[in-house]
């Protein structure tokens, strides 16, 4: 297919998310990757080119559909889960698969609400399922049960609800707990749904007084912000928290017994299969999907040969793990791309190849530096969404002076005008949408000696969440260590790519005076110098706000500098205006860091640094806006 069909679908495309989804603003275009994939930082749907050159405008119109139907009434990933889900041994795990289970159901809720309002979807919709959930596609031997009720539960929509048919015949387990819970599957599709009509006057008044108790103490700490969202997102929300609390209550518990069926049977096969146990510990000291999977579709696949009850407790936080890791990337198996979460609450989520070649088959995990984003992907699409919630510019227009026609004269300024003429052109005022919100950031981490272990392992998680979530939303940032001198490992006009990860990765390696080509003296640790270095570099952006973040475990002992240094340093900045400067103190026993910066975090434990600095990100972003806007 020429460049040119290309551009004319992708056009086509475009015409229709303006109709289909002109409140999110979602735009399309083409990639030449085979992944879907929704950017809502630029509010673009990334179409692989492929489909649109072997399936068409159609199919792809479908797909487009079904994400717009997401961003327009998904929240099911704003909820913390209800007091009355069955708490499970292995929570990790279990948090994992809910997510997953309700991505999975609520792909016909989607396509319901969607047929309703536009029904000319349903064409589209049925494009897709013919040539994805209709198509008989064999599964891979040893998949767990779990995953695959989830994607049956996903496909029965395109089914008509009704029991699978030869072609899709599943297991009997799988049949049984289908069947048990097909009725309420229903009813969370067709009779949780928001009004079709956008328009908030068509909400039940009753909504607007139980949301601050029933529905705003669940959402998650980091996505909840500190204005009200509007009334049309407050009943959206009310409508999912319902669906949630039926899926709960009559679909997650028959889910999440055939997800310990699972551990059971893994843990089991793991126990048969010394080798196989050997190769499982490995994987999870060195965290990679595509191992897991492959291990995991190895070991089920066998006949059992010890009795489940018999697997032990190691047994089954080993198989726990490993079913951890295969879901982190198994939406690989989904039958269409699954959903972003909401518009303006996630960030870049990659989607699938849609199609008969989908398939369970994951990419390694190459990397210290990506192993580190796996672990926190979820902190980094929560926090990118709900600060670019805040960021993005208000569309409710505001009233700004100084302009030279406007609708309405500025009487303060015609005074000033008054005394010098020069100020002719600022004399009126004018209907805007205001700018976005403008900062810079700059994370300074301590690489002494003392940070060795597992607190530079957290700082190195802190860091890739920032890194991540502010390259995200555009705002400019910089990264350096510090022992006796300034370490930079990311500069502010540093385009974040494979060579940029690597260095920031090895940040530990600084820490144990090991890291090839490095500066490596981590016996020092002079905080006042490095300090006002750090500050020249972020005071010299453009920005209106400037914000130094310094994480630190120890005191100020330098070879050219004390504690008196750092005490000057400190108060030097301070007299800085627009600079916000902010001390965490790593690890217990860090108090000394509320003595030394007026704005301090002390004790911070350190598997809680990353969720703090996503904390702190969010304060000093968007606290004042919030409360503005």
């Not at 072997?54 to 139907?69: K, R, V």
């Not at 016909?108 to 209709?134: H, I, S």
């Not at 328009?199 to 007084?209: I, K, M, S, T, Y």
């Not at 889910?255 to 793991?270: I, M, N, S």
Request: hydrophobic share 40%; glycine share 6%; aromatic share 6%.
């Amino acid at each position: 297919m020429t460049t040119t069909t290309i551009s004319n679908q992708v056009r086509q495309l475009n015409a229709l998310a303006a109709g289909l989804c002109y409140d999110a603003q979602i735009q399309v275009e083409a990639t030449l990757t085979e992944q879907w994939a929704y950017d809502p930082v630029r509010r673009v749907i990334q179409v692989a080119t492929r489909d649109l050159a072997e399936q068409g405008t159609g199919y792809c119109a479908g797909i487009l559909a079904h994400e717009a139907g997401h961003a327009l009434i998904s929240r099911y990933s704003l909820f913390t889960p209800p007091e009355h889900l069955p708490v499970a041994q292995h929570s990790g795990l279990t948090e994992r698969a809910l997510l997953q289970l309700l991505n999975a159901i609520e792909d016909p809720r989607v396509e319901c609400w969607m047929a309703q309002r536009y029904p000319g979807c349903r064409d589209w919709f049925g494009e897709v399922d013919r040539a994805t959930a209709l198509q008989p596609e064999p599964q891979p031997a040893g998949l767990p049960d779990f995953l695959r009720f989830a994607l049956e539960c996903a496909r029965e929509w395109a089914l008509d609800w009704q029991a699978a048919a030869p072609a899709f015949a599943v297991p009997p387990a799988i049949a049984a707990a289908l069947a048990a819970t097909r009725t309420d599957r229903r009813r969370y599709a067709e009779d949780t749904l928001p009004p079709t009509s956008l328009d908030a006057n068509d909400l039940d008044p009753a909504l607007f007084e139980t949301y601050p108790q029933q529905i705003w103490p669940r959402l998650l700490a980091p996505i909840r912000i500190r204005t009200w969202p509007s009334r049309w997102e407050q009943g959206v929300q009310h409508h999912a928290w319902q669906a949630g609390e039926l899926a709960h209550r009559q679909i997650v518990p028959t889910a999440l017994r055939l997800l310990e069926g699972d551990v059971q049977r893994l843990a089991a096969g793991l126990r048969a299969d010394r080798a196989a146990w050997r190769q499982a510990g490995a994987i999870r000291d060195q965290p990679d999907s595509a191992a897991a999977t492959r291990l995991v579709l190895t070991v089920l696949a066998a006949p059992p040969v010890a009795p489940a009850s018999e697997t032990g407790l190691a047994g089954q936080r080993l198989a726990a793990d490993l079913l951890y890791l295969m879901l982190a990337e198994a939406t690989g198996q989904r039958q269409r791309p699954g959903p972003p979460p909401p518009i303006r609450e996630c960030a870049l989520v990659d989607k699938p190849p849609p199609g008969p070649r989908t398939r369970v088959q994951l990419p390694p995990v190459a990397n210290d530096y990506e192993r580190a984003r796996l672990r926190i992907a979820a902190q980094i699409d929560a926090l990118t969404g709900q600060i670019e919630y805040i960021l993005q510019p208000r569309r409710r227009l505001h009233d700004r002076a100084g302009y030279p026609s406007g609708y309405r004269i500025d009487l303060r300024r015609v005074m000033d005008f008054a005394a010098d003429a020069r100020r002719y052109h600022q004399l009126w005022r004018r209907k805007s949408i205001p700018d976005r919100h403008d900062a810079a950031v700059f994370l300074l981490v301590d690489l002494s000696g003392s940070m060795q272990g597992p607190k530079s392992e957290a700082a190195l998680l802190g860091t890739v969440l920032m890194v991540e979530t502010l390259h995200r939303l555009g705002v400019p940032l910089a990264v350096a260590g510090f022992q006796d001198e300034l370490i930079p490992l990311l500069d502010f006009h540093d385009p974040l790519d494979a060579e940029r990860r690597q260095t920031l990765e090895t940040m530990p390696q600084e820490v144990s005076n090991s890291r090839p080509g490095g500066h490596n003296r981590s016996q020092h640790n002079d905080d006042g110098p490095c300090l006002l270095a750090a500050a020249e570099q972020l005071l010299m952006q453009a920005a209106s706000d400037h914000i130094l973040i310094v994480i630190s475990d120890g005191l100020p002992e330098g070879r050219r500098s004390d504690e008196s240094d750092l005490r000057r340093a400190i108060a030097t900045l301070c007299e800085e205006p627009g600079l916000n400067l902010i001390g965490i103190g790593l690890g217990p026993d860090t108090e000394h860091v509320t003595e030394y910066y007026p704005d301090a975090v002390a004790n911070v434990p350190v598997p809680e640094l990353a969720a703090q600095l996503g904390a702190l990100l969010e304060r000093v972003l968007v606290g004042g806006m919030a409360e503005a806007v």
